[in-house]
C-alpha cells in the first residue's frame, strides 16, 4: 500500500508518547525520515539528554530576512485505554473516517500537516523567501522546562533568527478556526495546615484538617467568584483566574484506609490556577499569603509559577492581533485566502510552548486548524475527522506560503 498523508498522519498517532515515559527516539527518526526525503534539513539536539529537539529547515531564497518558525510538540498526555472505544495508540480509523488517538488533536495532526503542506509546495515548486524551521519538542505537556524552554534559551534558537511563530490552538466547534495570541499562565498552589493533634472524639479549635477545610471554603468563595463571571457572560473562560482543587491529602493511613480515632497533625490541598495575562500576580500572591493559607491559622503555602509571565521588557506575553503586527494581517489575509472563516483572537485556556517564545518579544499565535471539531484534547476518544485533517494541509500551504514570502519585516 502506498503511503498518503493520513497514513503518515496515522503511523505517526501510533508512537507512545505518552507520559510519564515518552517514547521520543521513535517519532524522532520519523520525522527526520519524511524531512529528509523532502529535501529539508534534519539536525536534533539534546537540550537535556534524552528529551531531543527535532529541528527541520526549508532554507528560503532570501536568508536574511527574519525567519519562520512552525512548532509542535513531541509528547503526549496518558491515556485510559479501558475508557476509550478504539485503543488510544492504533490510530483506528472508522467508517465515518474519524481517526482515533490520544494526540490526534493534541497536538500531532499539526506536526504532519506542516510537513505535507511542505510538500505540496515543494511539489509545485514554491521557493520561500524567508527560511522556514519546523521544530519538534518534547515535555510539552509536562511545562517545557526540559523542552521548548531550553531551545528558546539555547545558542541554536538564537541564530536562527525567528520573527514570528505557530504552535498548537485547539480545536473549534462550528465553522470558524480559532487563533490564539496568548495562554494563561499555570500556577501549581499548595496549601499546609498543622494543627493540634488529638483523640478523634475531642472537640478543639485549630486541627489540622479543621484549619485545612477554612481555607478550601474560602478558596471556593474565590473560585465562585470567578466562575460567576463565565457563568453570567461577562468574560470568556480563558479571562478569568481559574481555580480548581486536584488533590486533598489528609489522615493517618492504616491498613484498612485510615485511622478513623485520630485527628490528624497535617493536611494539605494541591490547586491548578491559571492565570490570565491581565491578571495582577502580586495581588494573587498577596491573597493567598493573606486570605488561603494564613499564618494565623497555622498555614503555609508554596506557589510553583510555571515559566514566564511577563517578556523581557516587562510586558505581558500577549501577541498583538492588528495592524501593528504585520505577520498578523498576512496570517489573517491567508486564511481567508484558504477559504476560512477565522475568530476573535482568544487567549488560551491553558498553556503552551508560544509563552517561551512570546518572552523574547517575537509574536506567536496558537492555531491548529480544525473547524467542526469537538474539542477533545486530554478526553477520552480524542479523535480528527480525516475530512478535517486534509483540509488543513490545504490551510497550511496558504499560510505558510504566504508568511515566508512577504518582505516587509526585516529586523529581529
Ligand atoms: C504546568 S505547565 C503545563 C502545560 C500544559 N499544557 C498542555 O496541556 C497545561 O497544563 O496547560
Ligand atoms: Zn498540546
Ligand atoms: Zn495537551
Known sequence: DEATPVTRFQQYLRFKTAHPNPNYTAPVSFLTSIAESLGLKAQTFEFVAEKPVLLLTWTGSNPSLPSLLLNSHLDSVPAEPSK????PFAAVRDQ???I???GAQDDKCIAIQYLEAIRNLKGRGFVPARTVHVSYVPEEEIGGEDGAQKFVASQVFDELRVGFVLDEGQASVNDEFRVFYADRSPWKVIIKAIGQPGHGSRMYDNGATENLMESVEVISRFRESQFDVLKAGKAPASEVISVNPVYLKAGIPSPTGFVMNMQPSEAEAGYDVRMPPAADPDLMRKRIAE??????????????EKGPIRDLKGNPLVTATDD??????VFKQAIAAA???LGKPEILASTTDARFMRELGIPALGFSPMTNTPILLHDHNEFLEESVFLKGIGVYEHVISSLSSFEAVNDV
Not at 324 to 329: F, K, L, R, T, V
Request: proline residues 9%.
Open 324 to 329: 501593528s503586527n504585520p505577520w498578523w494581517s
Open 339 to 341: 477559504g476560512g472563516k
Open 100 to 102: 482515533f488517538a490520544r
Open 96 to 98: 465515518d473516517g474519524k
Open 291 to 304: 486570605e488561603w493559607a494564613p499564618a494565623e491559622r497555622n498555614m503555609t503555602f508554596e506557589i510553583q
Open 84 to 87: 476509550w472505544i478504539h485503543p
